[in-house]
């Protein structure tokens, strides 16, 4: 039986940083594209913004419990190299979760505003200071927080690839995997609230944008994974030996039939059917709950799945090139 180092903390992590990352990417595009002067997609942008702070700050306490001295987290901090991914990271996970919170602050209305300071003592003035308006300032955060949520969602799969000893993992196209993975995610986990909220029910254009927007991004993801096993298959030893991991090994199953299958191809068929009456008769649109609500929780269980092999499968595979297993 093999130990392995990283486990199922690791796997919830990029998991969740990933989903934090696809919300607010979510978020702020919904917010910047604009019809008459407005936002096009107003529930989308708040819903997201909402929702987007809050699994990446629970994944980076996760992945600090897993540090074992958890108390020395800090010393992340203290040093900045440009040549260390984990260095890289540290940064980038917290400014990106510190601008998550600020942008999900700006969307709360003034009522909102004034419950949440209601509850900081009088004498903290120092905090009351921070009770400002941002509403104004949301498109500015948007912009800001683009590139650091594509960059959280491409650390998730550069954490990995860094590791060249794990030839699973040894290649800038699981970044890129994990990236479409992430945004896919945050379309899937909006769409998936906003059909499960029956007292508000949503917007057909809505759910149509999350659904286009799902469409996409499963489709570039699928298109990475093609690459991927053709590099691995034309790449040294090593590597065609860690992909028998997927191609008839362990991981097999879980591979084509859970994730590719049931957590792209299935959801992917479910979201393009959806849309075929409005794409090719031109019909308005008219999203199903049900279907959506399938399909949403497909991709996040696909989304999961795909961290879940990359990281034990990745491990593993330092086994196989060591001739440990045959």
Known sequence: MHEFNWGLLIVVYLFLG??????????????????DGRPAYPRIAQVGAWLAPWPVALGSGLLILDLGNWY???????????????????????????LAFVYAFAWLP???????FSKVPPAWKLV????????AHRKTLAMIGFPLSIGVGIYTGVLLGAVSARPFWNTNLVA???????????????????????????????LKFLVWMDV????????????????GQLSVLAVKQALT????????????????????????????????????????FHGDRRLALTASGLVLMGGFLLRYIFVYAGQLSSFRQAGVLQ
């Open 245 to 284: 991991l997927i191609l008839g090994g362990p991981y097999t199953l879980v591979f084509w039939v859970f994730f590719l299958g049931l957590g792209l191809l299935v959801p992917l068929g479910i979201e393009i059917s959806e849309l075929a009456p409005s794409l090719l008769k031109g019909q308005p």
């Open 216 to 231: 996409i991004f499963i489709s570039l993801e699928l298109f990475i994974i093609l690459p991927y096993l053709i590099h």
């Open 128 to 135: 009351h200071r921070l009770n400002v308006d941002l509403s």
């Open 72 to 98: 020395r987290f800090y010393k992340l901090f203290m040093h900045f190299r440009w040549e260390s991914p984990m260095s890289i990271g540290s940064w980038l996970l917290t400014l990106f979760t510190v």
């Open 18 to 35: 990933g989903l934090s990352a696809g919300l607010f990417f979510a978020a702020g595009l919904a917010n910047y594209l604009e019809v």
């Open 110 to 116: 003034e009522a909102g505003r004034q419950k949440l």
């Open 176 to 206: 890129q995997m994990f990236l479409f993975s992430a945004l896919s995610s945050g379309a899937a986990a909006l769409l998936l609230v906003l059909a499960l909220d029956k007292k508000r029910p949503a917007d057909q254009r809505d």
